[in-house]
């Protein structure tokens, strides 16, 4: 994936502050961020007096108050300062005051911390926000300016991501935000480039397999999506996940033991003890081969939100090895093939569509929760995929991503006569933020 970069708004520069502004930009075709959080850590005493476009999660005065800020800015009201933290937290804000003249009014701000791949939209794969810094002696000139460092950035159900250290770059020029036609030009300008770290911890969605050719559904992984450190009643974390029935798949998993229980007395599986523990995902896939005859082949893609926050704009990534050639179309979904990304069909709903709902209460108190739920149906051809065996495994994905994450796949396929087959098989996403200043 490539960098990212972003476009400035006009700042100032003083002997005892300036105003800067941060642009965070994505160029990564599967990469994105929800309700992101940004930090860093200031190295030489500064504060944060006021923002646009942005906000942070604490004002911490007292830091300010207390320390070396206090006592020489000795006549500043400091119950109006932004953050007086040394490593603050920002936030987006939402779209409901990207017009307020006070807080907004910066071109690509406030949009609820959401930001997209460039291929969905390229007009909102930036987000951006403008701050006044004070600084400390003996900084107190126009010129003397040192960008934070240990930059952070992270969303809700994103993939993780680690930054570099800022990297001095030409200074960027930048429309006139008075709407002139005017090109200005920073004084300086700092990137940052953050990539998708390598993979430590558990993914924070996963993905069940299913086929009309076996009645059971292999569910997602035990713990895919890590396991509490105290679970009641208690579970086996180790113990593989239990086949289930289709009409499990839409109740929450703590509403599926009867179910997995029953399927298994009928199907004559063995019922572990104690029984497996669940997959703990906020959102999970289900892929469901849907037909198969002897020109093509269907697939059916159902997402399941089982989290209290809906995701606007969702997507799926799909990489398909032996499939990928043979993509036909998708139904509800809108469907792309990705440039640069090896055998990777993106999928997005449609208008009305991209919306993935929250979980929500049932029509009576005691009936199970409903997850939020987006379905489709994708075809494929056989003409340019010869060979291919659907029923032995060549129908499934290698890798899922949902909103950039990549999401745990089952062990195993389902197979004819009932039976199931093992299944045998670094994402680089950069998102660079660019730190400008500029002296009228």
């Known amino acids: 994936m490539k960098d990212t970069h972003a476009p400035s708004l006009l700042l100032q520069a003083f002997e005892s502050n300036y105003w800067a502004q941060v642009t965070i930009s994505n ?23 006021a923002m646009k476009g942005a906000e942070t999660l604490e004002q911490s005065q007292s830091d300010c108050i207390d ?51 460039p291929i969905i939209d390229p007009s909102k794969s930036k987000s951006a926000f403008q701050l006044q810094v004070y600084k400390l002696p003996p900084d107190l000139n126009r010129t003397t300016l040192f960008p934070p460092l240990n930059w952070k950035i992270n969303g809700i159900l994103n993939p993780d991501y680690q930054c570099g250290q800022p990297r001095r770059v030409d200074p960027t020029e930048f429309p006139d935000p008075s709407g002139t036609q005017r090109t200005l030009s920073a004084i300086a300008s700092w990137q940052i480039v953050c990539n998708i770290s390598t993979k430590i911890g558990k993914p924070r969605c996963c993905v069940s397999f299913s086929a009309y050719f076996n009645e ?35 109740v ?8 997995a229980i029953a399927w298994a007395r009928m199907q004559h599986f063995p019922i572990p003890q104690p029984l497996p523990c669940g997959d703990y995902c906020g959102v999970s896939v289900n892929w469901h ?9 269907s697939a059916r893609l159902t997402l399941f939100n089982w989290g209290a926050t809906e995701f606007a704009n969702w997507f799926v990534a799909v990489e ?48 199970p929760r409903i997850p939020g739920k987006q379905q489709s149906v994708i075809s494929f051809t056989k003409k340019l995929t010869p060979g291919i065996d659907i029923v032995a495994g060549d129908g499934y994905p290698t ?42």
């Open 216 to 250: 059971s559904v292999i569910p997602c992984q035990t713990c895919a999506c890590g396991c509490p450190s105290s679970i009641k009643p208690a579970c086996s974390p180790k113990e593989p996940a239990m086949l289930l029935p289709s009409s499990a798949l839409l």
């Open 67 to 117: 320390g070396a800020a206090g006592a020489f800015y000795q006549s500043m009201d400091f119950s109006t300062v932004m953050s007086c933290e040394k490593v603050p937290t920002i936030v987006d804000l939402s779209q409901y005051q990207a017009n307020n003249t006070a807080v907004g009014k910066i071109q690509y701000c406030c949009r609820n911390g959401t930001i997209l791949p």
């Open 399 to 440: 890798k899922l991503f949902f909103n950039g994450e990549e999401c745990s796949l089952p062990d195993f396929f389902p197979s004819g006569a009932g039976h199931v087959v093992s299944r045998n098989f670094p994402l680089l996403l950069v998102a660079s933020m660019f730190f400008f200043l500029v002296i009228l």
């Open 320 to 367: 398909m090895d032996k499939a990928f050639a043979g993509y036909q179309d998708v139904y509800s979904f809108n469907g792309t093939k990705v440039p640069g990304l090896k055998n990777t069909l993106l999928m997005q709903g449609n208008e009305g569509l991209n919306y993935l709902n929250a979980e929500t209460n049932g029509s009576t108190p005691y009936d």
């Open 252 to 259: 929450p998993f703590q509403n599926r033991t009867a179910k």
């Open 289 to 297: 081969v849907y037909s198969d005859y002897s020109k093509g082949w």
């Open 27 to 49: 160029e990564n075709p599967i990469g994105r961020l929800d309700y992101w959080k940004l930090s860093w850590e200031w190295q030489r005493g500064e504060f944060i007096q």
